[in-house]
T-cell receptor, first 115, second 111 residues
Framework: GAGVSQTPSNKVTEKGKYVELRCDPISGHTALYWYRQSLGQGPEFLIYFQGTGAADDSGLPNDRFFAVRPEGSVSTLKIQRTERGDSAVYLC?????????????FGPGTRLLVL | QKEVEQNSGPLSVPEGAIASLNCTYSDRGSQSFFWYRQYSGKSPELIMSIYSNGDKEDGRFTAQLNKASQYVSLLIRDSQPSDSATYLCAVKPRNTGKLIFGQGTTLQVKP
């Protein structure tokens, strides 16, 4: 079956601009996660949703970052006033539920470059 | 102290040897432990999960968990050049769905 999909695969923007990154989880998965990964580092947790609600947004670095999942399926990560330090690969993952032992399956990521 | 620590490597082993990858974690309440493999430019792919103390084997892979020592390891037997990748240790703390990742260990298997 189809895996997690993310669009766009690459995004180049200028400092100060607004960007939206989209994630389409595996069908039937109720939990959806956003991570970001910088070069040479492991993924860093940002936020996760159980259904439509954000269950844990403790990883969002500041109020420029916001994510929504209005219908409990597709999610959008929104970054306002982008900064060069936001450049990274943004990974989305989904799982059947958020409790152990559910496996998180990752999408291919969106590579964001802020010039 | 980082929440999940791994030696970044690279760890270089000859083809056919056993590769041993290690990870320590700081949250004693952590419940679930995962090893992901990540090829360059690709997303992480789950290869093993372990939840209780001891060993868990799956083909050429064995995960080991010691909660008292807060230590997780991954053994890869009969290493192949196709195993060359970055291996990420991930820990799920109690009462949350998020994963905390280490920085990853780069494994190079030389023919």
């Amino acid at each position: 079956g189809a895996g997690v999909s993310q669009t766009p695969s690459n995004k180049v923007t200028e400092k100060g601009k607004y960007v939206e990154l989209r994630c389409d989880p595996i069908s039937g998965h109720t939990a959806l996660y956003w991570y970001r990964q910088s070069l040479g580092q492991g993924p860093e947790f940002l936020i996760y949703f159980q259904g439509t609600g954000a269950a844990d947004d403790s990883g969002l670095p500041n109020d420029r970052f916001f994510a929504v999942r209005p219908e409990g399926s597709v999610s959008t990560l929104k970054i306002q006033r982008t900064e060069r330090g936001d450049s990274a690969v943004y990974l989305c993952a989904s799982s059947l539920g958020a409790a152990a032992p559910e496996t998180q399956y990752f999408g291919p990521g969106t590579r964001l470059l802020v010039l | 102290q980082k929440e999940v620590e791994q030696n970044s490597g690279p760890l270089s082993v000859p083809e056919g040897a056993i590769a041993s990858l290690n990870c320590t974690y700081s949250d004693r309440g952590s419940q679930s432990f995962f090893w992901y493999r990540q090829y360059s430019g690709k997303s992480p792919e789950l290869i093993m999960s372990i939840y209780s103390n001891g060993d868990k084997e799956d083909g050429r892979f064995t995960a080991q968990l010691n909660k008292a020592s807060q230590y997780v390891s991954l053994l890869i037997r009969d290493s192949q050049p196709s195993d060359s990748a970055t291996y990420l240790c991930a820990v799920k703390p109690r009462n949350t769905g998020k994963l905390i990742f280490g920085q990853g260990t780069t494994l190079q298997v030389k023919p």
